[in-house]
């Protein structure tokens, strides 16, 4: 996903790969249900950039070039046809050099992914294995089943270079 998370009042440091090999290309969807006879199909998790499925726009399906021939919105989702036939369920991807970069304190969710998350008193909690879309704020899932809002409140540093995100107490079990 490359929804990037606005992170009022927190602290975000770096963007270097130190420690960590970030993916050459980032899922920005997948190939979901077909839409009409023409090959057409329903974008499935698909990424809050429009030009991503615009027209003449270029992308991997499956790991395999492809050009958006078509593309039109239906139930608020992205529905795109392409100029070869793709497997449901496909990864639908872009280089991650093509991204442009995010605001302060924004991060896309691959960045995320793979850091450690402790507390302000030192108190590892485990690492991020997902971000989670949520109702009000997106939510830190960790790979020890913890959930964490994506809030301010709850996340002091984003340090990226660190390789860790440091949470205020109170947002887990332990407390």
Do not use: W
Request: proline share 6%; net charge negative; with cysteine.
């Amino acid at each position: 996903m490359l929804a990037t998370q606005k992170l009022g009042g927190i602290t975000g440091t770096g963007t270097s790969k130190r420690n960590c090999r970030l993916p050459d290309r980032v899922s920005i969807g997948r190939v979901g249900k077909p839409h009409g006879l023409a090959g057409a199909f329903v974008v499935e998790d698909a990424s809050d950039d429009p030009a991503r499925f615009a027209v003449g726009a270029t992308l991997y399906a499956a790991g395999e070039q492809v050009a958006i021939v078509e593309s039109k919105r239906t139930g608020g989702r992205p529905v795109i046809r392409v100029d070869r036939a793709v497997s449901r369920g496909a990864s639908l991807e872009v280089d991650r050099a093509a991204l442009p970069p995010p605001a302060p304190d924004e991060y896309y969710v691959f960045q995320l992914v793979g850091l450690d998350v402790e507390r302000t008193d030192g108190t590892r909690l485990g690492s991020v294995a997902n971000v989670e879309p949520g109702v009000a704020n997106d939510v830190l899932e960790l790979d020890t089943g913890l959930l964490l809002p994506l809030v301010g409140s709850c996340v002091r540093e984003v340090d990226l270079e660190a390789r860790r995100i440091v949470v205020e107490p109170g947002f887990d079990e332990a407390d």
